[in-house]
């Protein structure tokens, strides 16, 4: 288990338990389906995205992106991790919570600011730390840890379900 402090008000703190932890613990259970997964952050310009492009490339399960506090465009960190992967990273424009959220989304905030925003009704939080402005090492870091998250929840749902269809 690890701690830190949050990157948002830095009064919190969140406990982070190790995947190996946790299934000694028998929560490797499969869980009911969503329609679709929503990664959330503060500008949408890096977390979220690269969440979202990497939920896409495990899981049938349709997944977008959104930020409380949403930037112009998405971070060119974020863009370069994503080429050096060969991650399929669509580039839009950074898009508002209150514009992309549906109420049947399972909501995965993936920064201490996003989680601790009221308006952003986030089942799951992944403290997440913010790469931007940090170098390449900090855009893999970050790639890494959201990429074996990502892998870990997507295992969880039954394989032989099919995600429900979205109403549009």
């Known amino acids: 288990m690890s701690r830190h402090h949050s ?25 009911a389906v969503p329609r679709r997964v ?19 490339q495990v899981s049938p399960i349709p997944a977008a992106s959104a930020g409380t506090h949403p930037a112009d465009q998405i971070n060119p960190g974020t863009i370069d991790v994503a080429t050096r992967r060969e991650l399929e990273l669509p580039i839009v424009e950074p898009r508002r919570v209150e514009d992309v959220l549906d109420p049947d ?41 959201l990429e074996r998250r ?10 032989d379900e099919p995600p429900p269809t979205r109403k549009e």
């Open 7 to 31: 990157e948002g008000d830095g009064r919190r703190t969140y406990l982070h338990l190790e995947q190996d932890a946790l299934e000694s613990l028998g929560t490797a259970s499969p869980v």
């Open 38 to 56: 929503l990664f959330v952050c503060t500008g949408n310009t890096a977390r979220s995205h690269l969440a979202a492009a990497l939920w896409r």
């Open 105 to 145: 989304d399972l909501v995965v905030t993936v920064c201490d600011r996003a989680h601790e925003t009221p308006k952003v009704p986030g089942e799951l939080h992944w403290s997440i730390p913010d790469p931007v402005d940090k170098g390449p090492e900090a855009f893999d870091t970050a790639y890494a840890e």
């Open 150 to 159: 990502i892998k870990a929840l997507a295992a969880r749902f039954h394989p």
